[in-house]
C-alpha cells in the first residue's frame, strides 16, 4: 500500500486545517423520532432495526442479489461504433476479483446494499506502482466523512479499516482514489438518501405490530382487562384482588380458571386482530416500502401476479423500474474510477457492462419466437441464435439469410424511376426489309433472258 500510503499523506497535509465536512441531514446516523423525546421511550427508528422488517430485508437482499449476479464486461468501441467485448491485462483482473476476499458477485452485493442502506457507496482503490488500478474495496460508509476544501476540491477522511488497508483512523484521501455511487442526493451534491429515509416509519410500524403480537402470544393469547364489582370497593380491596389476579392468571399461568364471588366480572380491553385491522396494517407498511424501493411487491410475495403478463414482461418492468438506475450508474462510476473513458495504448475507448442476459432471462416459448423473428428478419446469424441458448454452431451458420424475392430500397428506386404503372405505349411496325444486293451474274441473265422471250411472244 505504499503508493496509497503516499497519496494519502499529500492530501493530508495540501488539505490539512482548510477541509469543512459536508452536512449530515438525511444521513448517516439515519434516526427519526415521531415526536419530541421518543427515543426515551424507544419509539424512534434507525437504520439497524428496521433492516429487521420483512419488507426492508426482502428488497435490499432482492437489488443487491440481482445486480451482483450480472457479470462485469469489458467492451471496446470498434470503427463501426459497435461495442463489443474485449480483454485487458490493465482491467480485467481487478474486474474478475476485485480484491483479496471477495468474488466479483460479493462485491457487487456489498457495494448496493450500502448504496440502499445507507444511500452511499464508497470504493476504496488501489493502485500499483504504475499508477493501475488492481484491487477496489467497498468501504463501511459509517467510517467515511465526505470533506469540501475552499477551491471546491472534494477528500475523503476515512476511518481505520483493516481489509481495506487502512491501518490509521483519520486518513484523508483526494476524490481521485474514492468511487463514489451516490443516490437521490436531495440535501447535498455528496450526500446520498437511502429510500429508508422515505419508508422507515412504515417499517418500524411493522415491526411495532409485530412485538405486540409477540407479546400477546407469548401471554397465551390472553388480553389485559379490569375486574369490575357491581358497588364500591376499598383501595385495599382492590390492590388485594389485583396482586392475586396477577400471581394467578397471568403470564405463564395465563388462561386457568378463575373463580370470582360477589358480583365480580373480567373485561378485556384489548382490541382483536379484526378490530385492529392488523393483517391489512402490516400489507399496508409492506406496500409502502415496496413503492420507495421501485420494488413490485409481487416480487417479495406481497399482492397478486399481474394477469396476462409473462415471465419475461415482468422481468422487464422490474428491470426498468427498480434496476436499471442502479445498473448504469455502477456501470458509469467504474469507467470513471478505472479511467476507462481514456484511450489506452492507441485503443479505443473502453468501458464495463453488466452482462443483463441472466436478468432479463425470458421463458423459453418467447425466447425461441424472438430468435426466429431476429434470423427471420435477418439480425442475427442462426449460430448467434444458437449461441444465446447455448448451443454450439453449425456450418453455414454464420450468414444472414434473406429470401429471393426480396428487393433492395436502390433496386426498387431505379424501377419506380420508369413508372411502370403508366399503361405501354404501341410499338411501331417493323420496316419493310430492303431488297438484296448479293445477286450473282447468272441470275441477272436468266432475269433478262426471260424479259427477252415474253417480248417476243407478245409480238
Not at 70 to 77: F, G, S
Not at 129 to 140: A, C, F, P, T
Not at 267 to 280: D, L, S
Not at 413 to 424: C, M, T, V
Request: aromatic share 8%; with cysteine.
Amino acid at each position: 500500500m505504499s503508493v496509497f500510503s503516499a497519496m494519502a499523506n499529500g492530501a493530508r497535509q495540501k488539505a490539512a486545517g482548510t477541509l469543512q465536512s459536508v452536512p449530515n441531514r438525511g444521513w448517516y446516523p439515519l434516526i427519526r423520532e415521531p415526536f419530541t423525546g421518543a427515543w426515551q421511550r424507544n419509539i424512534e427508528w434507525s437504520v439497524d432495526t428496521v433492516i429487521a422488517f420483512h419488507a426492508v430485508y426482502a428488497c435490499i437482499t432482492l437489488i443487491s442479489a440481482d445486480i451482483g449476479k450480472l457479470r462485469t464486461k469489458l467492451v471496446e468501441i470498434d470503427a463501426d461504433g459497435i461495442w463489443k467485448e474485449t480483454d485487458s491485462a490493465a482491467y480485467s483482473p481487478v474486474l474478475r476479483k476485485p480484491n483479496r476476499f471477495q468474488n466479483h458477485i460479493q462485491f457487487k452485493e456489498q457495494w448496493i446494499t450500502s448504496k440502499l442502506m445507507r444511500g452511499n457507496a464508497y470504493v476504496l482503490k488501489e493502485r500499483d506502482l504504475r499508477g493501475v488500478v488492481i484491487r477496489e474495496y467497498v468501504l463501511d460508509p459509517n467510517r467515511v466523512q465526505p470533506l469540501v476544501s475552499p477551491d471546491g476540491s472534494v477528500f475523503y477522511q476515512l476511518g481505520g479499516d483493516y481489509l481495506s488497508g487502512v491501518v490509521e483512523g483519520g486518513v484523508t484521501v483526494p476524490a481521485s482514489e474514492i468511487i463514489h455511487d451516490r443516490m437521490n442526493c436531495i440535501f447535498h451534491p455528496l450526500v446520498g438518501t437511502s429510500p429508508l429515509f422515505a419508508c422507515g416509519l412504515a417499517a418500524s410500524q411493522g415491526l411495532k405490530m409485530q412485538e405486540d403480537s409477540t407479546r400477546f402470544f407469548t401471554n397465551g393469547s390472553s388480553p389485559g382487562g379490569i375486574l369490575t364489582a357491581p358497588g364500591p370497593i376499598s383501595d385495599e380491596t382492590a390492590e388485594r384482588l389485583k396482586a392475586h389476579w396477577d400471581a394467578n392468571y397471568t403470564g405463564e399461568k395465563a388462561g386457568k380458571v378463575a373463580v370470582l364471588g360477589d358480583g365480580l366480572e373480567f373485561k378485556p380491553m384489548r382490541m382483536t386482530a379484526v378490530e385492529a385491522q392488523m393483517i391489512e396494517q402490516l400489507k399496508w407498511t409492506a406496500e409502502v416500502v415496496c413503492s420507495c424501493f421501485h420494488v413490485p411487491p409481487f416480487k417479495i410475495g406481497h399482492g397478486q401476479l399481474p394477469t396476462g403478463q409473462k415471465v419475461g414482461e415482468m422481468n422487464q418492468i422490474y428491470y426498468a423500474d427498480c434496476l436499471q438506475s442502479l445498473i448504469e450508474s455502477m456501470e458509469l462510476c467504474q469507467d470513471e474510477g478505472l479511467g476507462l473513458d481514456v484511450r489506452v495504448d492507441g485503443r479505443g475507448r473502453m468501458g464495463t457492462e453488466l452482462d443483463l442476459d441472466g436478468l432479463l432471462r425470458m421463458d423459453p416459448s418467447s425466447q425461441a419466437d424472438i430468435l426466429v423473428k431476429r434470423v427471420g428478419g435477418s439480425i442475427d446469424t442462426p449460430n448467434e441464435a444458437r449461441k444465446t441458448l447455448n448451443r454450439g454452431p453449425l456450418k453455414g451458420g454464420d450468414t444472414v439469410y434473406m429470401q429471393q424475392q426480396n428487393y433492395s430500397l436502390a433496386a426498387l428506386a431505379e424501377r419506380d424511376k420508369s413508372n411502370p404503372l403508366a399503361a405501354p405505349a404501341t410499338a411501331p411496325a417493323p420496316p419493310a426489309p430492303a431488297p438484296s444486293e448479293d445477286v450473282s451474274a447468272q441470275e441477272a441473265r436468266d432475269f433478262l433472258d426471260y424479259i427477252q422471250k415474253e417480248l417476243t411472244h407478245a409480238a
